[in-house]
Nanobody, 120 residues
Framework: QVQLVESGGGLVQAGGSLRLSCEASGRTLRTYIMGWFRQAPGKEREFVAQ????????HYADSVKGRFTISRDNAKNTVYLQMNSLKPEDTAVYYCASGPAPVSGTASYWGQGTQVTVSS
């Protein structure tokens, strides 16, 4: 079992920045890859970014590449999503996730989600 708790969402103007945090726990935590997903109103949930615990290898969705950065602090079991140059279309509920391959669009464990709203 893996438990995930997100924080850091909020309201920001277009062009601004936010940093999301995901505190993870569980005996099998290191077994999985950590990821971020988002779901905008009326849309399907989509993959945003993922990172491996051991080597810190990352992968991003094309829509956020160059603007978002995923990172992790192994000592704190925490994963971050630094979001810069935010756009109104980035407005969504952001979910932290853990699984074999979040880039495939699925995960085994999910956080409760945190709202990010970008105003124009």
């Amino acid at each position: 079992q893996v438990q995930l708790v997100e924080s850091g969402g909020g309201l920001v103007q277009a062009g601004g920045s936010l940093r999301l945090s995901c505190e993870a726990s569980g005996r099998t935590l290191r077994t999985y890859i950590m990821g971020w997903f988002r779901q905008a109103p009326g849309k399907e949930r989509e993959f945003v970014a993922q990172i491996t615990w051991n080597l810190g290898r990352t992968h991003y969705a094309d829509s956020v590449k160059g603007r978002f950065t995923i990172s992790r602090d192994n000592a704190k079991n925490t994963v971050y999503l630094q979001m810069n140059s935010l756009k109104p279309e980035d407005t969504a509920v952001y979910y932290c996730a853990s699984g074999p391959a979040p880039v495939s669009g699925t995960a085994s464990y999910w956080g409760q989600g945190t709202q990010v709203t970008v105003s124009s």
